[in-house]
C-alpha cells in the first residue's frame, strides 16, 4: 500500500511538473512572440514614437507674393500677424487647457475644441492653431501665462494687407483659413489646418502662384519643452508677385464715380483685351476676411440689397437695352434690310398683329434712319428691322461677337449671359419661336442677357471692326527678385467679320449718340476727347409707377456702352447701374469719368519752376475729375 502511494504521489507530481512546465512554455511562447512584434514588426511605428516624444515642429509660413498694378503701385502686400498654437504631446489635460485659455484670452472654447478637433490623426508634435489674428494683449497674456499653458505658443504669420482698403475687392479677393473640405480637394495636399489660401478673385484664381513655400524647423527638445538642438531646417520660399493689368488711379475714379450706387463697370484696352478697370460696386473690405468677421458687418453685408458680395461685372447678367442696337443694327446691314439711306417712321408705337410696341417717345421720333435710330434710341426703327430679319440672325450675329458665353477671363465663376435662338426656345421650354418675341430681342429686352465684362468686350469689337480679344487682368508674373516669370499675350478668341462700311455707318450713329444735338449720351462727352458710346435703360418687371413710386428693386437698370478716341479708339468702357432708371442721366457720366481718369493719366507730368513734379490729385477722395453734370436740354432719356 505504501508503495502504491508512493509511485501515485510520484505520477501526480510528474503530471503537475508537466502542466507547469506547458503553462511555462506557453508564457515564454507569448513572450517571445510579443518581443518579435516589438522589436521586428512594429520597430518602425515605435521608433516614430519614440522620436515625437522629444521632437518638435515650428512652422514657419512662407509670404504670398505681392499684387500690383500695371504701374507697379503695390495693391496687396503683407504684415505679420500671430496665432495661438498647441503642441498636443505637451498636453496632459486637453479640457482644463482649453477652459484655462477661454477664460485668460476670452476666446471662444467650442471654436477651438473644433479645431483642435479636426487636426486629429497628424504627429502630435506638429502644433495645431486654436485661433488666427490674436491681438498683441493676447501675445503679452500668454507669455505672463507661459508656465501655466504648457504646449501653448505663439507663431508669427505674414496676412495679407490691402493697401488702398475696399479698392478693386472683387478683383483681388481675399484669403482665408483653408477649410476641412479644402484640405481634401487634390492640389492642397502639402496645406495644413491653419493655413491661408486664396478665396476667390485673383488670390484664389492664382492661388498656386501667389502662395510659395512654407518653411520650418526640427527641433529635440527635453521633457520640459526646452530646445536641445536643432536637427532640420528648411526656409520658406516667397510666393510670386502678380502684375495686373488695371491702372489704380483709373480703377479708383470708376469706384468713386458709382458713389452709393450699386452696378459695375469695366474698362478695356480695344487693342489688347487688357482690363484697365474692373468694378462692382458697392465693394467690402477683403481685410476683414482674413480673421473672424465681427458679426454685425457680416449681418450688414447678407441684408444689403444691393448685394456688395457679389462681383456684378464677372457674374451680373443683364438685359443690355438699348445698346444692343448696335447687334441688331449690323444684322440688318448684314442682311442688306436696311443700308444708310433707310427710313422707317416713328409715331411713337408699332403694330404686329394684335400686339403693339411702344417706343420710349411717346410722341415717335419721326422719319428715322439708322444714325438717328442710334442717336435717339428709337426702339421703333428696330422693331421693324426685327420683323424683317427674324431672332436667328440677329442671334448670329450676337455670337460671333462671343456674347452669350464666357469670354475665358482668369476669374473663377464667369457667368455666360444668354442669347436666345428659336431653337433654345424650343429646347428649353418645347414651346415654338413667337414673331412678336424678336421684337423685344432687337433692342435688349426679352430672354437676352449680358455681363459688363461682355458688354465691354462688345463694344471695344465695334470700336476695333471685328477683333475679339480675350478678356485678361494679369500682365504677368514675377518672382521676388522681379524676374519676369510668365508674360500674359493678348489673344483672340474670334472675328466678327463684317464689311467696313457697315461698322462705320454703325460707329457714326455712336459718335453722334454722344456728340449731337439730341444724343442721349451728351453727359458722357469730353472736351478735348470724341467719344462714341451708346445708352441703354432695360427693363427689369412690367411695373407701372404708383403714387407712391417705383420700388427700388423694379426700378429699370441704366447702361452705358463707349469707346474713345472715335477716330482711333484705344480704350473701351461699359457701365451698369442697377436701377439707375435711364442710362443717359444715371450710367453716361460714370463713362464720362473713368474716359478722363484714363486720359488725363497719359498726359505728361508737369513739372513747376523748381523742376520738380507738381502733385497728383487725382487719388483724392474729393477730386471727382470731372466738372459738375450738364443741365443743359440735352437728351437723356435711354
Known amino acids: 500500500m505504501k508503495e502504491r502511494r508512493i509511485v501515485r504521489e510520484l505520477l501526480e507530481s510528474k503530471q503537475r511538473i508537466m502542466s507547469l512546465s506547458f503553462v511555462v512554455g506557453v508564457v515564454f511562447l507569448i513572450l517571445l512572440v510579443r518581443l518579435w512584434h516589438l522589436q521586428i514588426l512594429s520597430a518602425d511605428d515605435y521608433h516614430a514614437m519614440s522620436e515625437n516624444n522629444r521632437l518638435r515642429f515650428v512652422p514657419v509660413a512662407a509670404s504670398r507674393g505681392a499684387i500690383l498694378d500695371r504701374t507697379g503701385r503695390v495693391l496687396v502686400s503683407n504684415r505679420p500677424s500671430f496665432s495661438l498654437a498647441v503642441i498636443p504631446q505637451e498636453v496632459k489635460d486637453k479640457e482644463a487647457l482649453l477652459t484655462l485659455l477661454s477664460g485668460l484670452l476670452g476666446l471662444d472654447r467650442a471654436d477651438m475644441a473644433e479645431r483642435w478637433e479636426k487636426s486629429k490623426g497628424r504627429a502630435k508634435y506638429y502644433p495645431i492653431v486654436l485661433a488666427s489674428n490674436i491681438t498683441r494683449d493676447h501675445v503679452e497674456i500668454v507669455e505672463e501665462n507661459h508656465l501655466r499653458l504648457p504646449g501653448v505658443e505663439i507663431e508669427m504669420k505674414p496676412v495679407r494687407e490691402y493697401s488702398s482698403k475696399q479698392l478693386a475687392a472683387h478683383l483681388l479677393g481675399y484669403i482665408g483659413e483653408i477649410s476641412e473640405k479644402e484640405l481634401d480637394v487634390t492640389g492642397f495636399e502639402e496645406y495644413n489646418p491653419g493655413d491661408y489660401i486664396g478665396k476667390n478673385g485673383i488670390e484664389r484664381a492664382l492661388e498656386k502662384e501667389l502662395h510659395g513655400g512654407d518653411g520650418g524647423r526640427q527641433l529635440e527638445v527635453d521633457a520640459r519643452g526646452r530646445v536641445l538642438r536643432t536637427i532640420s531646417e528648411s526656409s520658406p520660399t516667397v510666393g ?76 451680373g447678367q443683364y438685359p443690355p437695352g438699348s445698346t444692343f442696337k448696335v447687334v441688331t443694327a449690323l444684322a440688318g446691314l448684314q442682311d442688306n434690310r436696311i443700308n444708310e439711306s433707310t427710313s422707317f417712321n416713328c409715331s411713337g408705337s408699332y403694330d404686329l398683329g394684335t400686339s403693339t410696341f411702344k417706343c420710349w417717345n411717346k410722341k415717335g421720333h419721326g422719319s428715322t434712319n439708322l444714325r438717328k435710330s442710334l442717336r435717339e434710341s428709337c426702339d421703333v426703327f428696330y422693331y421693324n428691322l426685327a420683323d424683317k430679319l427674324g431672332v436667328d440672325k440677329i442671334a448670329t450675329v450676337a455670337k460671333a461677337f462671343k456674347l452669350g458665353a464666357p469670354l475665358g477671363v482668369e476669374l473663377l465663376n464667369e457667368r455666360s449671359g444668354l442669347i436666345p435662338t428659336s431653337e433654345w426656345k424650343l429646347k428649353r421650354f418645347g414651346k415654338k419661336w413667337f414673331h412678336g418675341e424678336t421684337l423685344s430681342v432687337a433692342i435688349g429686352q426679352g430672354a437676352v442677357l449680358l455681363t459688363p465684362i461682355q458688354l465691354a468686350s462688345m463694344i471695344a469689337t465695334v470700336a476695333n471692326e471685328g477683333t475679339i480679344y480675350r478678356p485678361h487682368v494679369v500682365k504677368r508674373i514675377v518672382d521676388a527678385d522681379g524676374k519676369t516669370l ?31 444735338p439730341g444724343g442721349t449720351g451728351a453727359m458722357a462727352r469730353l472736351p478735348d476727347v470724341k467719344v462714341a458710346g451708346k445708352t441703354g435703360t432695360s427693363q427689369v418687371v412690367k411695373l407701372r409707377d404708383s403714387k407712391y413710386g417705383t420700388p427700388y428693386q423694379y426700378k429699370d437698370h441704366a447702361l452705358f456702352v463707349a469707346f474713345a478716341p472715335f477716330d482711333k479708339p484705344e480704350i473701351a468702357v461699359a457701365v451698369v447701374i442697377e436701377h439707375g432708371e435711364h442710362g443717359g442721366a444715371a450710367a453716361a457720366p460714370i463713362a464720362g469719368r473713368i474716359l478722363r481718369a484714363y486720359f488725363d493719366g497719359k498726359k505728361p507730368v508737369r513739372k513747376d519752376v523748381s523742376g520738380t513734379a507738381d502733385k497728383d490729385d487725382s487719388d483724392d477722395d474729393n477730386d471727382t475729375g470731372m466738372k459738375e453734370p450738364r443741365t443743359s436740354g440735352d437728351a437723356v432719356h435711354d
Not at 499675350?489 to 450713329?509: C, D, F, H
Open 240 to 315: 510670386n508677385s502678380v502684375v495686373l493689368t488695371i491702372d489704380a488711379t483709373v480703377q479708383k475714379q470708376a469706384e468713386l464715380a458709382f458713389g452709393s450706387q450699386a452696378g459695375a463697370a469695366v474698362a478695356m484696352d480695344v487693342s489688347s483685351g487688357e482690363i484697365l478697370a474692373f468694378v462692382s460696386n458697392p465693394g467690402f473690405d477683403p481685410a476683414l476676411f482674413s480673421g473672424k468677421m465681427p458679426a454685425d458687418v457680416w449681418k450688414s453685408y447678407l441684408d444689403d440689397k444691393r448685394h456688395p458680395l457679389e462681383n456684378k461685372a464677372l457674374s
Open 486 to 516: 510668365r508674360e500674359s499675350k493678348n489673344e483672340i478668341i474670334g472675328t466678327a467679320v463684317y464689311p467696313k462700311e457697315s461698322y462705320r455707318l454703325v460707329k457714326q450713329g455712336l459718335l453722334a449718340v454722344v456728340n449731337e
